[in-house]
């Protein structure tokens, strides 16, 4: 039974916290739930003599929090603040959220110089760029690897260290630990090992690049589970583990064989918690505030992007859109902005600070191309914006500009689609986020195309309000059935057949052992 089978078979509208914890309890009975990405969901700084908690701008932890506060489990990921350690048990455990604990935070703590390596060197510039079509040509350096390898060891180590039963669920988050699979796999047979992989897989050609591809793909073939946003992302997989392993690969059933394990490769398109309605704003009172803050005219028209300052994001091409679009309709100038929120990240790479100063340069040239007196063409601020702020953001704007180069699914998306309960707002969306094979409804754009970037502006600001409100609605509905309990609980089902599978196996074998003596 191929994926859009099964997906036909599950009732969207059935996927709710409550349907995945029953799906835990019935599917996976005293199962133990552990879950490994870098990034952790809660970050604690320090603040003079005060401490802040802080909420990171990261996709996955939007996708995964939800989850985690369903099924009970414990995180493992790095402790990156700078009171993260203040803030822990003599166990280097937390129980998160703050105000209701629903399940544990357990942080790993890693040197400068393994943080250099292995998060800021091989996988930020190798894997990366590697994995992206952004034209920024990846680095590998040896030194890199072997902090990477052993960062992975760290973190598999503490996994195993973790685990109270010997077959327990792991969930490996992302390119930051394509080896932990392999290394869980070594002490825990039994382990359920599923990996979402959060950025796009490259073609085999291009990942021939990686001077460590073979054991990158060895160690990724310790999951019995592999899940990627979209079917073309795991074609790439399979063809790149045809190419450089021996291995049997059944492309109908989407499974490989490698060294007597069985792993399964499936598309889970990664989405987001629909939010609870707001009945305490009023959408036309906060649009109105939300224009005086940033000093436009009430009748203003907003246009926004939220993006991570990042080279694969298509931030200096939705500039250039603007640009172009203001050249072309002189009388819009002044009637319309663009506020650019670019969370800082990676910032100590050359890469990306390079890009920041491209950003900052374009964003004023713009302004003072076209300086008018009621508003700037550009309002940039490079700064972390937390969920309630973007949440004010994406209801008072007019139009969300999505146009990444290359993204596995940008969440941006849906957010923007989720928060606009009053059915207003335009979304123009690149065809290359994985947010576009769903999202059928946006203007979906070439963001390398900056005339067609500006044609999208022009048809957004003049859309009429009903096919605004047809477009948004069918959007939403999408949003609201195909949420991340759907993707967590598909995945779960998954593995939970598997693990069913592996259970029977093992019995067959220990009666036909006994048979045997």
Not at 209 to 224: A, F, S, V
Not at 284 to 297: A, D, V
Not at 370 to 380: K, T
Request: proline residues 5%; hydrophobic residues 40%.
């Amino acid at each position: 039974m191929n994926r859009e089978q099964k997906d036909q078979q599950q009732s969207p509208q059935a996927w709710t916290a409550e349907k995945l914890r029953s799906l835990l309890h019935d599917e996976l009975t005293g199962d133990e739930v552990l879950v490994i990405s870098n990034r952790e969901p809660y970050i604690h700084e320090q603040s003079g003599d005060s401490i802040i908690l802080r909420r990171p701008a990261s996709g996955l932890v939007t996708a995964v929090e939800p989850v985690m506060r369903a099924c009970s489990g414990t995180w493992i990921a790095h402790g990156s603040g700078s009171a993260d350690r203040a803030t822990v048990d003599s166990y280097d455990h937390l129980q998160v959220p703050p105000k209701r604990p629903e399940y544990t935070l357990r942080r790993v703590w890693l040197s400068s110089e393994e943080e250099a390596g292995y998060y800021y060197g091989f996988s930020n510039e190798g894997l990366w760029p590697l994995c992206h079509m952004a034209h920024v040509r990846p680095v590998f350096r040896t030194s890199d690897w072997e902090q990477y390898v052993a960062v992975n060891q760290r973190f598999a180590d503490v996994v195993i260290a973790e685990a109270r039963t010997d077959d327990p669920v792991v969930l490996v988050q992302d390119y930051h630990f394509a080896l932990l699979p392999r290394m869980i796999r070594e002490t825990l047979p039994k382990a359920t090992i599923i990996m979402f992989w959060h950025i796009p897989w490259p073609n085999p050609e291009s990942f021939g690049i990686c001077p460590w591809r073979e054991e990158l793909l060895q160690g990724l073939l310790g999951n019995t589970l592999i899940g990627f946003h979209t079917p073309f992302h795991c074609k790439n997989f399979l063809e790149t583990v045809d190419r450089y392993l021996e291995t049997r690969i059944e492309y109908e059933a989407s499974t490989i064989s490698h060294g007597g394990d069985l792993t399964q490769v499936e598309p889970y398109p990664i989405s987001i918690a629909w939010p609870e309605p707001d009945t305490t704003t009023d959408v036309i009172h906060s649009r109105k505030l939300f224009r005086q803050e940033l000093h436009l005219p009430e009748a203003h028209c907003l246009a926004l992007g939220v993006d991570r300052l990042d080279y694969t994001k298509g931030i200096i091409e939705r500039f250039q859109a603007l640009d172009r679009l203001l050249e072309t309709h002189p009388e819009l100038v002044g009637k319309i902005t663009l506020l650019q929120i670019a969370a800082p990240s990676r910032s100590s790479l050359d890469e990306y600070q390079n890009l920041e100063v491209r950003v900052r340069k374009l964003a004023l040239d713009i302004n003072q191309r076209y300086e008018n007196i009621a508003a700037p063409a550009i309002i940039l601020r490079i700064e972390h914006y937390d969920g309630e702020q973007l949440t004010q953001c994406y209801r008072s704007s007019d139009i969300c500009l999505v146009t990444s180069l290359h993204d596995g699914m940008n969440l941006v998306a849906k957010e923007f689609i989720a928060a606009r309960d009053d059915e207003l707002g335009v979304l123009i969306l690149s065809q290359f986020t994985g947010a576009a094979r769903e999202l059928h409804e946006a203007l979906i754009i070439n963001p390398y195309h900056i005339e067609q970037g500006a044609l999208a502006l022009y048809r957004a600001i003049t859309m009429p309000e009903l096919e605004q409100r047809e477009r948004i609605r069918s959007m939403r509905q999408v949003v609201k059935d195909f949420n991340v309990y759907r993707w967590a609980g598909l995945m779960l089902l998954d593995a939970a057949r598997l693990r069913r599978r592996q259970r029977v196996s093992e019995k067959i074998d220990s009666h036909s052992h006994q048979g045997l003596r």
